[in-house]
């Protein structure tokens, strides 16, 4: 197996392969990928980071101050929400625990503060008392009389806080004020694991499957014929939605607490393995006929032995081929199930943004679905390129 | 011929009996009365509900009951959540909305798709040939949901904001010719842009590949046009491939375009299954999808014995 799993490697597919450009430009970018899932699991962003507010609803990115009505609803949600610090039980210890984002109160005297916070208030009153003629250069100035009213409320970040406040606001925050930049890598973290997980075990059953199936004929092929058959006739968008289903169901409520992916998982390897099953039994089907596995039964080699190490070996190529096409389907089915409230529930991931970004459409807020969109068009795009160079490479015949 | 057909019928039995075996099991591996009356259900209303589908019964008997009711097409059997109706009176009535959306989609596609990978393919390797099928890529790598969401935006808000005129409806359907347009055809026109990216490449790997055959060169020996050679010589052949896969896509169209149909409220086959599993109305559930997946087998099986009939090599393996 040594022997082959060389030759796999260095044949001539895989030198066709480090030839083209496209397909080594799209590895380089899955790597990307995976050094950002790399870097979620290290904890940057953390899980609490995606789920803190650092900033008011809707925030656009680029530190863009959007249309001066946003720019009044962003200085209300700042001083309302000083306002509570100030005056709830414990000012003192209210004040000094006042957080959003790296963002804190100036550590001043409460009346000190209050005083400022009239001011605030003032210029806020000045500025929305313009709001008939609220694009007027008078009502601009007013507007940033009171951006620099609320600044001084803050104590503005300095080295490491600075650079993470860059960072959460970069791209604006979505509806709950959470940064839509740390949200997107976190997904991407989400989006990584789903497909390993999906596309390998899917791939794993199906070569397997399709390789007994193919090289035992008899009633090992009967059968799995019809259970890929059974699984195929029903439309996969269905597949998908019972099988995630019955996943959320009390049955199986004590393992989804553990792993609350599982339901997503479930759904793609059990519709995913077909594929895989058909092509790979195909192959071997192929394969068996063959002079140098003839000649390893004439050496006397068992069948598993030669199934194992000499045939399925040889299929190497499909597996790749087919792991690259199943992570493409299943972030795209993720998104899909998301959508349907199936999919992923508690973290973030792309299709989660995708579905809460719908509301924020119709208001014109794109930041949300762009960014996602944006991470999950970049990997797809990679994974699309990348499996048509490995067909290409490996197995130019195929339609 | 007629063997060909019993033989295929034959051959479905088991993966139909199969199917319908794997679907009642998951859908009791939840107690679906349970499911549906929550935690707080009094011990009778649960025996009553059970009861009167026979989930009391023993599985064997429930699962002969199923195969009989879809086999006679006797679906009397009541939804859980909508009072009174029946399951097949759900399933006559939105099936209409479905294909509503599904034929015209699949119509257009297939047509702008095929031109444009004769376009592709005969500038094979070209710059325009590059540029279309990079589009196709980056087109195939957009989720479908972003299509809808953006599509929804486009048409039926900033089109009718600018040109105050509602030319799409936000979402909704109304039977009859004259409405269509309004209620389904921008739902058409977001499946077909999402659907072109997969059928151009499709079709133009088709015409690239009849393109090295033997009769194209003798077309050009004997002195035949680039442009006779594409749209007579290698379209005539290459439409075999393309009627296969516009055939087999076929039975897709009967379960509708699940997604579109739940966010544009168009009350099709897709969108009354997927309000079925979300409010747990079992009855809906389990028939519906043994009547898509008996549809989706029958549809299967005319497809073959259609290609057999085209092309009688087939018969024989």
Known sequence: MRERSRKFLSGRGMRKLRRDRMAMAALAVIGVYLALALLVLLGVPSEDAVQERVAPDNTPGFFARGTAERRLDSAQFHLDSIQRSVRSSDPAKAIAEHRLGTLQLVQVSPEELESRLTEAWRAFDAASALEDDIESPAATARLDELDTAIDALYVQPTGFAAATRFAQLALGTDRQGRSILLRAVYSAKVAVQIGVVSALIAVLIGTLLGAAAGYFGGWVDHLVVWLYSTFSSIPWIVLLMVIATVCRGDAFAPLVERMPLLPVYAAFCLSFWISPCRVVRGEVMKLKELEYVQAAAAVGFGRMRILLRHVIPNTAHLAFINFSLLFIGAIKAEVILSFLGLGVQGTPSWGVMINHAKAEVLNGFFWQIGTATGFMLVLVLAFNVLSDALQDAFDPKHV | ?317
């Not at chain 2, 097949?88 to 509503?100: C, N, Q, V």
């Not at chain 2, 596609?109 to 031109?115: D, L, P």
């Not at chain 2, 990079?134 to 048409?155: D, E, H, P, R, T």
């Open chain 2, 1 to 317: 011929m007629w063997s060909y057909t019993a033989r295929r019928l034959l051959y479905n039995v088991p993966v139909y009996l199969g199917i319908v075996l794997l679907l009642m099991a998951a859908l009791r591996i939840n107690d679906p009365a349970y499911a549906h009356l929550g935690k707080n259900a009094r011990p009778e209303d649960l025996e009553e509900i059970r009861q009167k589908l026979g989930l009391d019964r023993p599985f064997l008997e429930q699962y002969w009951a199923l195969l009989r009711d879809v086999f006679t097409l006797n679906l009397g059997v009541k939804s859980w959540t909508n009072e009174g109706l029946s399951v097949g009176r759900m399933l006559s009535e939105s099936i209409k909305p479905s294909l509503a959306i599904t034929v015209p989609a699949l119509v257009l596609t297939s047509a702008i798709s095929i031109c444009i990978a004769l376009v592709s393919a005969f500038f094979r390797g070209r710059a325009a040939d590059k540029s279309l099928m990079f589009l196709a890529v980056l087109g195939m790598s957009v989720s479908f949901l972003v299509y809808i969401v953006f599509g929804q935006y486009l048409g039926a808000y900033l089109l009718t904001r600018e040109t105050g005129y509602g030319v799409f409806a936000i979402g909704g359907y109304e039977p009859g010719l004259a409405n269509w347009p309004y209620y389904c055809l921008l739902p058409v026109l977001i499946s077909t842009i999402v659907a072109m990216g997969y059928d151009t490449r499709f079709y133009r790997a088709v015409m690239v590949e009849e393109s090295g055959r033997d009769y194209i060169v003798t077309a050009k020996a004997k002195g035949a046009s680039k442009r006779k050679i594409m749209f007579v010589h290698m379209l005539k052949n290459a439409m075999i491939p393309i009627i296969t896969r516009i055939m087999t896509t076929l039975p897709f169209l009967i379960m509708g375009s699940l997604l579109l149909e739940v966010y544009f409220n168009i009350p099709g086959m897709g969108r009354v299954l997927y309000k079925a599993i979300q409010e747990q109305d079992f009855p809906v559930v389990q028939v519906f999808v043994a009547i898509f997946a008996a549809l989706f087998i029958l549809s299967n099986i005319l497809t073959d014995v259609l290609y057999a009939l085209v092309d009688p090599r087939v018969r024989l393996s």
